[in-house]
């Protein structure tokens, strides 16, 4: 009986013992499970927002809300002998964290005195609406003038022209011997005149019409118009303006920083029937034009090319493409903070630190708009930002890269991010491009962020919605040079249709000095004389 229980008390206890290392790899297993379900909904939810606010939010990336984390900057803090850096609170900016303020009744905007005055015949009131019962007769004491906005929509003209034909005054009179030189047009012996390619051309790069949708609006107006005929037209202008296009091109690459990005568009492949190849728009941007180039890839001699004679500064997000001629021009090449920004930005629901990074970020931009602020321009706004980036920015720089040493996801720090999460990934990009971040501080004049690149590129943007797709490589070189010579004339607040048209009849009058036909160009030559 002894060894029975005890052979009993074995079993037991074995069976026991069993029972709890399988109970402890069942709760292993299902720890193992809500860690990775937590990992994957953490995913998941960062990823609806992150699309839900591409499609839905707004495209600001400011952070500010009440219940957010603070940083102590501490000696940083002391206004510099340059003047003091304020923090701006979102108080006094009209904003509410959380609550959008609605700006007071919009006035009614002026219509502007260079429109053409019409005047309508005057209201009256006949005899009898003048007449009160006793009998008199009301007289008129005064006028209330309204005025209303007109439009004269868009219309066709049959242009005649005569040209003379001369002969000889004698029997043979008949016989032509000399004619009249004809005015010179951009489409020889075509149908257009220079207004009706330069509407055309506007339309479609400046408007983003199709020109299928052009078609059938030029039919409403009463002339039927064919979509390849239009293309021949536009053909010739890219043909004809193209020196002026050359020279924008010298013009934008002797800045000494040029802004640079690209932006992918679809183009018709060339060698599969129906189907379509990423092509690319490359922008460079300096001393306020913008040049653009096409190419069907995304390869780095593009801008090497484009760049091949430029040596100054060069601001461009974090490409591979631009480090080869980077490397061959001694470049100083600059980091986007907008780029580091935005990864934070997204991560800020995953991580809350990702939030204080993004404060910490937003001090540097209040610091540059503290200088801008003050009404300075020219070397007096370089020389106040310089100093304020040398007394304060340098230092909210030191104190990103002590978060981002302690974050970092390859070191040994206990507070260390995952190299896979959001805030990981993010401190990981801006300690590979740090070098490149941190030497705008080294001057006055060098830029934050490569912003001005991407708001250039928002009417190929735009364009790419309505076009769906670049027809062919010759396509896409021609909408190259018209969308530089419309944004760039945007950019110089100069109307693109009155450009247009004032540089094609100069070229059509034999003018050659193309310097003097860019937008920069133009657009100074109509400023007022200074007193």
């Known amino acids: 009986m002894n060894d029975t229980a005890v052979i009993t008390d074995i079993v ?23 860690t990775d379900l937590k990992a994957k909904l953490e995913a998941a939810v960062f990823l609806i927002d992150r699309y839900a606010r591409k499609i839905f939010g707004r495209s600001s990336e400011v952070y500010d809300h009440p219940g957010q984390e603070r940083i102590d900057l501490g000696a940083i803090t002391p206004a510099a002998p340059a003047g003091p850096v304020t923090v701006i609170p979102p108080e006094a900016k009209g904003i509410v964290p959380g609550k959008e303020v609605r700006a007071g009744k919009a006035k009614r ?48 003209q049959k242009v005649i022209e005569r040209v003379v034909t001369y002969g000889l005054p004698d029997e043979h009179q008949d016989q032509v011997v000399a004619t009249a030189a004809p005015s010179p047009q951009i489409v020889p012996d075509g149908l257009p005149t220079t207004d009706t390619v330069v509407a055309i051309c506007h339309a479609k790069y ?33 043909g004809f303006i193209n020196p002026v296009y050359q020279a924008l091109r010298v013009q934008v690459l002797a800045s000494n920083l040029i802004y640079s990005d690209d932006i992918p568009v679809n183009m018709l492949d060339p060698t599969a029937k129906g189907g379509t190849i990423t092509a690319r728009f490359w922008s460079y941007l300096g001393d306020g034009q913008v040049l653009f180039s096409f190419a069907t890839d995304r390869r780095g001699c593009h801008p090497a090319q484009m760049l091949a004679d430029f040596h100054g500064a060069l601001m461009a997000d974090a490409l591979a493409q631009y480090q080869l001629v980077v490397t061959t021009n001694d470049i100083w ?38 200088a801008t602020q003050r ?11 310089w100093r304020l980036r040398q ?67 928002r009417p190929i943007a735009v364009g790419r919605k309505n076009h769906l797709f670049m027809g062919s490589e010759g396509g896409g070189e021609m909408a190259a040079k018209f969308y530089s010579l419309i944004q760039s004339c945007r950019m110089q607040n100069v109307d693109p249709v009155a450009y247009l048209k004032d ?12 310097a003097a036909m860019t937008p920069l160009a133009w657009g100074r030559s109509r400023l007022p004389s200074p007193p």
């Open 12 to 34: 037991i206890a074995e069976t026991v013992a069993s029972v709890r290392a399988e109970k402890d790899l069942v709760i292993a297993g299902l720890e193992l499970t809500v």
């Open 206 to 238: 400046g408007l983003h019409l199709p020109l299928t949708r052009q078609a059938k609006e030029y039919t409403r107006l009463g002339v039927s118009i064919a979509k390849s005929t239009m293309c021949g037209w536009l053909s010739s202008l890219s």
């Open 375 to 385: 009404g300075l321009s020219g070397q007096a706004l370089c020389r106040w930002r």
């Open 503 to 514: 540089v094609c009849q100069r070229m059509l009058a034999g003018d050659q000095d193309y």
């Open 109 to 156: 905007k002026s219509i502007p005195d260079t429109l053409e005055v019409v005047e309508l015949p005057k209201r009256e009131l006949s005899e009898n609406e003048r007449r009160l019962p006793d009998g008199r007769m009301l007289e008129p004491n005064g006028e209330q003038v309204t005025a209303r906005l007109g439009f004269i929509p868009a219309r066709f």
């Open 333 to 370: 090449r600059l980091g986007c903070w907008a780029h580091v920004r935005r990864a934070f930005y997204e991560a800020r629901l995953n991580d809350r630190r990702a939030a204080e990074m993004v404060v910490l970020i937003r001090k540097i931009y209040l610091a540059d708009r503290c």
């Open 391 to 457: 007394r304060y920015t340098a230092r909210v720089l030191t104190l990103i890269k002590q978060r981002l040493d302690e974050w970092d996801p390859s070191g040994i720090s206990a507070t260390r991010a995952l190299p896979g999460s959001p805030l990981g990934k993010a401190v990981t990009y801006t300690l590979n491009q740090w070098k490149l971040l941190e030497r705008f501080v080294y001057t006055g004049d060098w830029p934050l962020d490569n912003n001005a690149a991407e708001n250039a590129q």
